[in-house]
């Protein structure tokens, strides 16, 4: 029986070139020897990676964040979420950082829901949601926002009604999709406490804990 389980490979490349570099994200074109033997083109985005994650409160709500994003060109209703700047940063920290950020709001309990690659035919990001529970207020004061996040709206969803928002093709963001869809799955299987600790090894960025 074939075992259904993602698994590591890296091909030959024969030539690489990198013709974009921007501020977060750059553009690779690696000529790659296929299995016959032939040689072919593939341009995609090196990306850093991101960190998203699933904030529940005690009623079952969500913490959503609608935000403009321009080149899909729409308001989104999205989850906290953001990238991992610093090399070899350990995600649960990062996702700490951005919910404070984002939310304003910290968590007590953290587990992973699941593990992503967002677009694996033409950009390398991977990105590792997070549930967070136990909900409370952050110290301090709120984080300054500017450009697009400086017209965000806020919102507490119930869980349901996100998923049936996914379903009805009115939510789009990936990050929430997903994170919403697995949350939900965890629930009517073996619950939360089965999820996967926190600082669980994550090979497509590894970090030290």
Known sequence: MTTIKDSAEQWEVRAT?????????????????????????????????????VPLDAEGRVLLLKQYRHPV?????????GLLDIPGENPLHAAQRELYEEVHVKAEDWRVLTDVYTTPGGCSEAVRIFLARDLSEADGERFVVEDEEADMEFARVPLQDLVRGVLAGELHNNCLVVGVLSLAAALAGDGVDALRPAEAQWPARPFEA
Do not use: C, Y
């Open 17 to 53: 070139e990198t013709p974009f570099v921007g501020n977060k994200t750059s553009v690779r074109t690696d000529d790659v020897v296929m299995p016959d033997g032939s040689v072919a083109r593939r341009d995609f985005q090196v990306h850093p990676g991101s960190v998203a994650v």
């Open 73 to 81: 060109g729409m308001k989104l209703w999205e989850i906290p979420a």
